[in-house]
T-cell receptor
Framework: KAGVTQTPRYLIKTRGQQVTLSCSPISGHRSVSWYQQTPGQGLQFLFEYFSETQRNKGNFPGRFSGRQFSNSRSEMNVSTLELGDSALYLC?????????????????FGAGSRLTVL | GQNIDQPTEMTATEGAIVQINCTYQTSGFNGLFWYQQHAGEAPTFLSYNVLDGLEEKGRFSSFLSRSKGYSYLLLKELQMKDSASYLCAVREGKLIFGQGTELSVKP
């Protein structure tokens, strides 16, 4: 069974550009979450999607956006890149979005997309 | 607000036991997770606690006290391959992570 696939794995952009990252969840998983990981801040929650709808959102500026397609694949976009956006962007999938009946609802992470902004 | 605290770094000796603590203050609580992340790799799930008490899984155990907002991960019979970052995460609705504890296992 294939894991969570993220593309591209590495990319370099310059300030002011925009970037789109892609995530293919585990087959059958319908929820996708995105996190930003930096040495100083750890994993910071960006957003969570289920059935093409954003269900939760973290405290990031509007430059960060995402979407989910009908096949559960997800993309996130960062516009007007800043130096501070350099980070590892992790995508995680789970069977469903969490609710009180879903128990642990474990997230399975992809290897991430490492973005460097120059 | 949300606050999840873990020690930044810990060092232990191969074969020993180490306890990594996590304290949390969150607006909601629907379970606590521990993940392991080796350098350059994806985080992988270790354990889940939603009720008070100890959950044991091989060399790894995790404890939760909801009244104290406290959890720990206990690693026994440490091996060199256990050198990694250990992430504590609390589920409110979304899953919120602490900054992680970098564990170094020395021979």
């Amino acid at each position: 069974k294939a894991g969570v696939t993220q593309t591209p794995r590495y990319l370099i952009k310059t300030r002011g550009q925009q970037v789109t990252l892609s995530c293919s969840p585990i087959s059958g998983h319908r929820s996708v979450s995105w996190y930003q990981q930096t040495p100083g801040q750890g994993l910071q929650f960006l957003f969570e999607y289920f059935s093409e709808t954003q269900r939760n959102k973290g405290n990031f500026p509007g430059r960060f956006s995402g979407r989910q397609f009908s096949n559960s694949r997800s993309e996130m976009n960062v516009s007007t890149l800043e130096l501070g956006d350099s980070a590892l962007y992790l995508c995680a999938s789970s069977l469903r979005v969490w609710d009180y009946s879903s128990g642990a609802n474990v997230l399975t992470f992809g290897a991430g997309s490492r973005l460097t902004v120059l | 607000g949300q606050n999840i605290d873990q020690p930044t770094e810990m060092t232990a000796t191969e074969g020993a036991i180490v306890q990594i603590n996590c304290t949390y203050q969150t607006s909601g609580f629907n379970g606590l997770f521990w993940y392991q992340q080796h350098a350059g790799e994806a985080p992988t799930f270790l354990s889940y606690n939603v009720l008070d008490g100890l959950e044991e899984k091989g060399r790894f155990s995790s404890f939760l006290s909801r009244s104290k907002g406290y959890s720990y991960l206990l690693l026994k019979e440490l091996q060199m391959k256990d050198s990694a970052s250990y992430l504590c995460a609390v589920r409110e609705g979304k899953l919120i992570f602490g900054q992680g504890t970098e564990l170094s296992v020395k021979p």
